[in-house]
């Protein structure tokens, strides 16, 4: 698909799980977590793929994909920063698609269907969402009609957010000027003092320019 960046998340250090090494190395189908994640993102970027990574991980990285960019996330700042990281380098023309390194199972298809929600006119993106039976854990998806007003993370819901069962899977498509304009207007005013990008779905709504939702079937 034209004019399209995928930045991939993968900066992570993966602290809570029991492991040697980053979940993002770990195996599906003989395949490591990330390198799903990158075929899929081949499908609908091609080249133009940017993985944010830490440190400790890029040189691995940089093995299993060596067409890929890689990015350093120098110090561990929240989701928002990770993604800022990548500002200067992915074009202004480029529409970009978020994705996160240790989600491997998600689908071209799906991602399309995301892409075709978005109305640059109206919008400044569009987020894939899911329902959950059990959404503990998840970020919990308010919504008006058929935007997102925010999206409050489970340590900061309150007990009637946590029983909101549509939750984020922090999968988002969205343009380059609306995306990186106002990811620098978050904060890190939260309890583990990280920069989320979800917050910019509060900032998105209150400018009367927010972002629509597909649902993952």
């Not at 120098?74 to 480029?94: E, H, M, Q």
Request: with cysteine.
């Amino acid at each position: 698909m034209k004019n399209i960046s995928t930045i991939i998340l993968a900066a992570g250090e993966s602290k809570r799980i029991n492991s040697n090494y980053s979940k993002i190395f770990h195996k599906l189908s003989d395949l490591s977590l990330i390198e799903h994640v990158y075929n899929t993102a081949f499908k609908i970027s091609k080249n133009n793929i940017y993985i944010i990574c830490n440190k400790k991980n890029i040189y691995q990285i940089q093995q299993l994909l060596p067409k890929a960019k890689t990015i350093i996330q120098k110090k561990p700042l929240g989701t928002a920063d990770a993604v800022l990281c990548s500002k200067k380098f992915i074009p202004k023309n480029k529409r970009i698609l978020i994705l996160f390194g240790d989600v491997p199972l998600i689908k071209s298809k799906t991602i399309k269907n995301l892409i075709d929600k978005y109305k640059p006119i109206n919008n400044f993106g569009s987020l894939l969402v899911f329902k959950a039976k059990n959404p503990f854990g998840y970020g919990r998806v308010i919504t008006e009609k058929n935007i997102i007003k925010n999206i409050t993370e489970e340590v900061e819901a309150n007990e009637s957010i946590k029983k909101i069962k549509l939750c984020n899977s922090g999968i988002m498509f969205c343009n380059h000027k609306d995306l990186f304009k106002n990811l620098i207007k978050i904060k890190n005013q939260n309890i583990k003092k990280e920069k989320f990008i979800t917050d910019i779905f509060d900032i998105a709504y209150n400018q009367n320019k927010a972002f629509t939702y597909s649902i993952c079937d």
